[in-house]
Structure formats: structure tokens, C-alpha cells
């Protein structure tokens, strides 16, 4: 394997991730970030982002001598072969992402960059950025490539190096390759493709990954109202080699940081395509819906009837990150049904894993304990997959709420055992 001097500019979950991960690989990778603090506790070794395996990674990539911090993009870039873009593309005005960092980066390094190097775009982008980005480059010298990230928060660095496939976009057919040629390691396959369609691929496959979501969440809701059970659904859907296993869990709602920014992103895609993009838009509809849902759930659980009053009724929030294995709080479905809670007249309080006490959230009161969260309450809501509440002491819990009532929306805990400890439990789609 060639051994490349590869510059990664932006140090965040993709970044950060691809940087150390890359550096694994046998490459030298420099990381650049604008955040001075950042880039000198990186130096030291220091990851606050909280991945398993991605603090090991960097501190054998710093050992190594293969991976190393600078501040800025211009620091990384002047001897670079390739270069990867991992800045922010956050939701902008009107649903479309925000390039203003992708071209911030474009300008300041455009003079630095070397004669044949490689300018890779890994945020997620619009379709049409390859063509943006070479356009204010205004180097014919310089190929750029569309290469997607495929990385779930919580599982990144094993996405990463065990990944389902490698996405590669560029009319030049050479730098295509040399990207590709990157992950050479890794054995798998390997899409190289324009770079329109390279960009597609990433927010076609994640608005699909949304779409199922919401599907899931719609037949969960028609199974309570039938008497079927969307466990048992879901195992027998599963099993179809077409459809898979996976994305079938219903939920308060899905979130984090791509799944509502790439809908959104795609819908202003298809508007300006002049394509009315029904299904996606329903998707959207329904996720929105199904927050609201929750709330009533959670209202008749709790005060017995359709519409009750939740006026200073005290809750107990179990999970607040928008998944488990994350400290992530970026669009959380629990954050947004918290919200509804609040505006509803709730008082709320909170317990994450991943958060410590005090945490500042606004409508929710954090604390360090989850016993503490469900002292006097009237209901107990879980709201992210923390596989840590099954073990919790759920005979315990019913001693300290007000009201032993458990509203599961996530089909997490095994009703039996609730039931068994004295609460009355509501899930999903049973």
C-alpha cells in the first residue's frame, strides 16, 4: 500500500474519525481545527467526543507519529497529497445546507495547495458542491472528489474501518482512484462513479434510512389500534432479505445531526429540480407527528384519559441524547418530546448516561442519578435505547415515584419485568 500525506480540515465525529482512522491505515495525517483549545488537547491526546475506539486510535496515531494536530487549514494543507473536507454543513435558510465553512476553507488554502493534489469533499453536500467547490479552487491542477461518509454516531470508528462500501465521485478518473485507493485495506466494495451521483447516494440513503423510520412508527401505531403486536411484525418483516433488520425499531421520532438536515436538504434539492417530492415530505410529516404522539401517550398513561391535564405533573425522563452511545444532543427526538412535555404544563426531570448533573437543557432538570430522576414522580418516560435502564432496579423505582407508570418509547424494557416490579407499562405498537 502507498503510504499518503493525507490533510483532514475539521476535527468533529467525521474528522476526527476519518483523520485517526486513516492514520490507523498506515498513513500521515495531519488534522486541522480553528478551535485552538481543541487542537492542543488533541495534541495531548485528549477526545471529548465520546466513540469507542476513536481516543485509543489517537493516541496510537500520535505515538506513531502518524497523526498529528495543527491549528488551521493552512497548517495542514502545503505538502498534502489529498485533502479531506469534514467542516460543518448545517441546516441553513430555507432547509438547504449551510457551505459557508466548506468555502471558507476553498478560499483560505487555494494558493497553498500543492500541484496534483486532491481535494475530497467528506461533509454531507448538496449535489452540484464537486462542481462549486472546483469552480472556487480555480485550479486546473487540482481534482476534486466526492467521498461520502457512512458513519453512525456511537459505532463510527467501526463503520469506518468496516465499512458496507466506499462511495468515490470524480470525472477524473485518476483521482477517483487514488482515493479508493486509501481504503485499499479494507476490502470493500467500491463505487466510483460522477460525482453528482456520489453526492446523491449519501442523502438518497439516508432520507430512505428516514423514510423507513417513519414507516415503522405509522405501522406501530395501526398495529395498537388492530390488537397486533410490532415486535412480532418487525421479526417477520425482518427476515425478508429485502427489507433487513435494521431501522425497524419504532421510537419517539428519529433525529441527530443528519437525518433532519439531509430530508430537509433533499426537499430543497427536489424544489429547485422543479420535483415534488411527496413520499419524503410525508416522512418529514410523520416524524413531526410522531412526537406529538408521544405527549398523548404519555398524558393518558398518566392521567387516565384522552386530553388529561399535565399542568405541574412531575416526569422522570430516561434518556435525553438523541441515541445511546452518544453524548450527541444535536435534534433529539427526546429533547423535542421533552419540549412538548414542558409546553404542556409538565415539570421535568432528566437522566442521560452520557450527561452529567446540572447540564443546562432548558426545559429538563439534569441529575447524576436515575433514581433521582424518578423521585416522586407521576410517570417515568423512557426516551433513548441506554440498554443500561433494563438492569436498572425497577422494584426500587416503584418505591420512589408517586406513580408507578413507565411510558417505553422504545420498545426498550421487558414489560413483564416492569409489571412484575408494581408499574402499569405502556409501549409501542403492542
Not at 413520499?279 to 387516565?304: F, P, S
Not at 405541574?312 to 423535542?336: E, I, W, Y
Request: charged share 25%.
Amino acid at each position: 500500500m502507498f503510504v499518503r500525506r493525507i490533510a483532514v480540515v475539521g476535527t468533529g465525529y467525521v474528522g476526527l474519525t476519518t483523520g485517526a482512522c486513516l492514520a490507523s491505515l498506515g498513513h500521515r495525517v495531519v488534522c486541522a481545527d480553528v478551535d485552538a483549545t481543541k487542537v492542543e488537547r488533541l495534541s495531548r491526546g485528549e477526545v471529548d467526543i465520546l466513540e469507542p475506539r476513536l481516543a485509543e486510535l489517537v493516541a496510537e496515531g500520535l505515538a506513531s507519529g502518524r497523526l498529528t494536530f495543527v491549528l488551521g487549514a493552512s497548517a495542514a494543507v502545503a505538502d498534502a497529497e489529498v485533502v479531506f473536507l469534514c467542516v460543518p454543513t448545517p441546516m441553513g435558510v430555507g432547509g438547504i445546507a449551510d457551505l459557508q465553512a466548506v468555502e471558507s476553507v476553498v478560499d483560505e488554502t487555494r494558493d497553498l495547495l500543492p500541484s496534483g493534489c486532491v481535494i475530497v469533499n467528506k461533509s454531507t453536500v448538496p449535489v452540484g458542491t464537486s462542481v462549486r467547490t472546483a469552480e472556487l479552487l480555480r485550479r486546473d491542477d487540482v481534482a476534486v472528489v466526492s467521498n461520502p461518509e457512512f458513519l453512525r454516531e456511537g459505532s463510527a470508528v467501526h463503520d469506518f474501518l468496516n465499512p458496507d462500501r466506499i462511495v468515490v465521485g470524480c470525472d477524473q478518473q485518476d483521482a477517483a482512484e487514488r482515493v479508493a485507493a486509501l481504503y485499499a485495506r479494507l476490502g470493500a466494495p467500491t463505487v466510483l462513479t460522477d460525482a453528482a451521483s456520489a453526492e446523491m447516494v449519501k442523502y438518497a440513503a439516508n432520507c430512505f434510512l428516514a423514510m423507513k423510520l417513519s414507516y415503522v412508527n405509522a405501522v406501530a401505531e395501526l398495529c395498537e389500534r388492530l390488537g397486533a403486536n410490532i415486535t412480532d411484525v418487525t421479526e417477520g418483516m425482518g427476515y425478508d432479505k429485502r427489507i433487513g433488520q435494521a431501522f425497524l425499531n419504532p421510537g419517539p421520532g428519529w433525529g441527530g445531526s443528519c437525518l433532519p438536515k439531509d430530508t430537509h436538504a433533499m426537499l430543497q434539492v427536489a424544489d429547485a429540480a422543479d420535483f415534488e417530492f411527496r413520499l419524503l415530505r410525508a416522512t418529514i410529516d410523520t416524524n413531526e407527528r410522531q412526537r406529538q404522539r408521544m405527549v398523548e401517550k404519555v398524558r393518558l398513561a398518566v392521567t387516565g384519559k384522552r386530553g388529561g391535564s399535565l399542568s405541574h405533573v412531575r416526569l422522570g425522563l430516561l434518556g435525553l441524547t438523541f441515541k445511546a452511545g452518544t453524548d450527541d444532543l444535536r435534534d433529539s427526538p427526546a429533547l423535542a418530546v421533552a419540549a412538548l412535555l414542558k409546553q404542556a404544563g409538565a415539570d421535568l426531570v432528566g437522566y442521560d448516561p452520557a450527561l452529567t448533573g446540572g447540564t443546562d437543557l432548558g426545559s429538563v432538570s439534569v441529575v447524576d442519578d436515575p433514581y433521582q430522576a424518578a423521585k416522586d414522580v407521576d410517570g417515568l418516560v423512557v426516551l433513548t435505547e441506554w440498554p443500561d435502564f433494563r438492569s436498572l432496579d425497577w422494584a426500587r423505582l416503584a418505591e420512589t415515584v408517586r406513580q408507578p407508570v413507565v411510558v417505553d418509547t422504545r420498545n426498550l424494557l421487558d414489560p413483564d419485568v416492569i409489571r412484575r416490579a408494581g408499574f402499569t407499562c405502556t409501549s409501542l405498537g403492542r
